[in-house]
Nanobody, 118 residues
Framework: QVQLVESGGGLVQAGGSLRFSCAAS????????MGWYRQRPGDRRELLAF?????SVTDSVKGRFTISRDNAKNMVYLQMNSLKPEDTAVYYC??????????????WGQGTQVTVSS
């Protein structure tokens, strides 16, 4: 079993910045992909950025959001700059995992609220 624990988020004024971190813990696993989604009220969950062998950021946030990682710590980070009220959402960390046993799974963090005030 793998657990993803997020930290960061909160309330910020428009134009401000926030940084998320996500740590994957468990044993006998490898991370195939790790990244960030968000879900705005009334919307479907939206992919923002992820790592496989390289980083990818969705066009809607490119230039404002940056993803980075620390492979040694099984951590991924999301730096969000120039935040807008429409960035208000619950943000989720996601990891696609392969266990050494051959089993695989898709895991989610607990979700963290971001509220951007105008």
């Amino acid at each position: 079993q793998v657990q993803l624990v997020e930290s960061g988020g909160g309330l910020v004024q428009a134009g401000g910045s926030l940084r998320f971190s996500c740590a994957a813990s468990g044993s006998d696993f490898s991370i195939n992909a790790m990244g960030w989604y968000r879900q705005r009220p009334g919307d479907r969950r939206e992919l923002l950025a992820f790592f496989t062998t390289s980083a990818s950021v969705t066009d809607s946030v490119k230039g404002r959001f940056t993803i980075s990682r620390d492979n040694a710590k099984n951590m991924v980070y999301l730096q969000m700059n120039s935040l807008k009220p429409e960035d208000t959402a619950v943000y989720y960390c996601n990891a696609q995992i392969t266990f050494h046993s051959g089993r695989w799974g898709n895991y989610w963090g607990q979700g963290t609220q971001v509220t951007v005030s105008s």
